[in-house]
């Protein structure tokens, strides 16, 4: 599989400068938040190359301690460039997607540890026109994915998850580490910073802003 953001200082310090009053503060929960839709540009470093694209979350708890989640990544790139006197121009956009169904552990009041397992898809849409010609490229492979975490809320308003992702797409595997810090507006609205590493070379971060039902 084609393997397919860091957790800067500057974020979280970007944060803290917002005027978030005490009563807003009192009003998010403390305990670990599973149901939200959350909304986050990104910033993909393929071996070094980075491109832009956005991150979109969906949490829903069910149950007990079940719950529903849903991933999507997507990130896009244009080349343009003149190899043997030919101009080539390429357009790709290449995104990763998650399904799953989780259960969690609460171990505190304030912390829970969590699995979940389900599907996951990489497809790739790709022009590519030199010589006068077109060509398209139209991929994509499902396969599955298993994750584990822990998110604990360190304060009324503060919310960190670390999570491991083993992904198997067409018979070919990879796995990711992910960190997140959440800071709850209220306990409605919370914005994010997040940090992910593929053992390919390829690693992302993003800043966003999430719902919570």
Known sequence: ????????????????????????????SQKPNFDYAELSYTKVDFDGEKVDGFMFELEKSFGDNWFSSFDYITASDEYSDRINGIMVDAEA???????????????????????????ANIALDATVAAYGSVETI????????????????????FQVDLKA???????????????????????KFSVSANYASFKDDLSYFGVGAAYHF
């Not at 803290?16 to 009003?27: G, H, K, L, R, Y």
């Not at 139209?138 to 308003?157: C, F, H, I, Q, Y």
């Not at 796995?175 to 306990?187: A, K, L, P, T, V």
């Open 1 to 28: 599989m084609n393997s397919v953001v860091k957790l800067t200082l500057p974020a979280l310090t970007l944060l803290s400068t917002i005027p978030f009053t005490a009563q807003a503060q009192d009003q998010a």
């Open 165 to 187: 992702r083993h992904i198997d797409i067409s018979d070919t595997t990879d796995r990711e580490i992910s960190i997140e810090g959440r800071y709850f507006i209220n306990d």
């Open 93 to 119: 956009d290449l995104s990763l997607s998650f399904a799953n169904v989780g259960y969690r552990f609460p171990t505190t009041e304030t912390t829970s540890m969590y699995v979940e397992a389900g599907f």
């Open 138 to 157: 139209d991929e994509s492979d499902s396969g599955w994915n298993v994750a584990v975490g822990v998110r604990s809320a360190l304060t009324p308003a």
